[in-house]
């Protein structure tokens, strides 16, 4: 064994943070694709996403989106991440 094994991890991992809201990738496996904007809104539209500004409900996050069909749940993460944006995603404790 190296000595690189006997490291400890290169970032403290600490105590669980509570972090509000679900991944939108989470989010995204529980549906099959394609489907309309407003199935995606009837179905998980009460859903809490995280975001990089806070939790915010799916539904909210839908209607800034433009698009009203989506092929493939690549395409709809893309259209949604275009709203949220992308980022650290704050912690309970922030």
């Avoid at 995204?28 to 809490?48: A, C, M, N, Q």
């Amino acid at each position: 064994m190296s000595d690189e094994d006997d490291e400890e991890p290169a970032v403290t991992l600490g105590d669980q943070t509570p972090i509000e809201g679900a991944p939108l990738a989470r989010v995204t496996s529980r549906l099959t694709w394609p489907k309309e904007k407003s199935e995606v809104d009837r179905l998980e539209g009460d859903s809490v996403i995280r975001t990089p500004d806070g939790p915010q409900s799916l539904s909210s996050i839908l209607e800034a989106v433009d698009e009203t069909y989506f092929q493939r749940h690549q395409e709809f993460e893309t259209h949604v991440r275009d709203v949220i944006g992308t980022g650290p995603i704050p912690t309970a404790d922030e």
